[in-house]
């Protein structure tokens, strides 16, 4: 077969534009990091490195779903000993109206500061965080009760607010209210002030009070035992999410990012390849007229 120098031509230029391909992958590697700056690159390190990818950000999407759960936690925790704390005054002060000695203008002095307490009760009930009211149940844009005790929605939302974790999993944020704050709660409260206020109120009438504030207060250390059993699995959620987030991020760095020393030392190779041919080329192209009259 002929060859002509047409043909040395052409076939330089295209494998010189091949060259260049080759040296644009490098360097386009080397600036973003990746093996694969485009599907066409290698297509199953590309569609490897989206699963991967999508992995990472559900991962993602549960860490701040937990987030959120245990700003949740924390404030109804801080909520429950609040309370724990106002009946552990109002056991205090019933104890103390119960004696023989107190006269009528001291339980009436009493009698408002049960008041006082009753209405931070309320208060509590009605925790708002984050624009949500967090003893509601699932209705998080009303209050639980209003400034009086009573209950706005009756029978009272008590649904569980449940948050997903992982795939499938999900964790109660909230507590069950009305094991803790009812209207009952609020009512023996209002009574026992009615009681001090009362001078025909015996020793025993307001000791009487001291069983039912016991009682209200168990239900607080209940419901707050059951939700620090929730915070410990949270804890343990979020450490294997974290593990789980080290171990994606890992496979995907993996699939996609390059090895810089071999894609420098390749680069470096083909640019002297790429010299090479240069240099071959200049050769082939057939001498000028002026080559000849040298």
Known sequence: MRVTQSMLANNFLRNLST????MGKYQDQ????KKVNRPSDDPVVAMKGMNYRTQLKEIEQYQRNLGEIQTWMDNSDDALDKSTKVLQRLRELATQASNGTYDAGQRANIAEEVKELRNHMVEIAN????????????DTTNP????????IANPPNDEGVNIAVSDGITLKSNINPSNVFSEELFAELENFADALENPASTEDDIAGYLGKIDQFANNVVDERANLGARTNRLEMVEDRLSAQKIVATKVLSENEDIDYEKVITD????ES???AALSAGSRIIQPTLIDFLR
């Open 267 to 270: 680069l470096l190779t083909q």
């Open 19 to 22: 060259s260049y391909e080759r």
């Open 30 to 33: 080397l600036t973003t990091g």
């Open 127 to 138: 925790t708002k965080v984050n624009n949500k009211y967090i003893f509601n149940g699932t």
């Open 144 to 151: 639980r009760f209003d400034k009086d005790g009573l209950l």
């Open 273 to 275: 390849v790429h010299r």
